[in-house]
């Protein structure tokens, strides 16, 4: 069975600088996807962005971007240039041959001012 | 606007009551999802649908029936209330069949079961 870890339940950073959230998963599939999400304090869940596991090039949106290593099974997000608008849960989650995403337990990230 | 609504919002009930969580979703999403969300485990998939009449368990299932008459209506029902099912419920929706489709969410109900 698939699992996703994120081992940092909570980082702060200060808002301009630059912040990794990291995310290691388990699978035994070679063709996958794997995601970011935002959940601000809205509760709304965001897609922040996509990887597709047969691509070797990191994917990026704007600000931010991933580390996907496919051997290393880690798949961290980078934000840049942090905002107080990124004050946010974020959930790693993976896609595998079923159409179900398995998440993990969130990273609550706080942008200071 | 994600094309999913969820109703009610809030929703407080008590221990053996029967409750029902509504999503209704306007974009044609073939799969749709219900999950929970509690703090220190992420999101858990409940069950899903993969078209009208066709529904499967997700991780935690127990406790919960799902039904999928009509493809823009996937309501989840709470047989017996237990206070384990305190949380925050959300309905999900992806238009195509595989995976690499982003999952659209409706923005959850918070129920409260004293």
Redesign the interface.
Known sequence: AQTVTQSQPEMSVQEAETVTLSCTYDTSENNYYLFWYKQPPSRQMILVIRQEAYKQQNATENRFSVNFQKAAKSFSLKISDSQLGDTAMYFCAFGGATNKLIFGTGTLLAVQP | DAGITQSPRYKITETGRQVTLMCHQTWSHS?M?W?RQDL??????IY?S?AADITDK?EVPDGYVVSRSKTENFPLTLESATRSQTS?Y?C?G?AG???????F?G??TRLTVL
């Open positions: 799969y999802f999950y220190g485990h992420g999101l858990r998939l899903y993969a997700g925050v959300f999900a992806t069949t595989a995976s690499y489709n982003e999952q969410f923005p959850g």
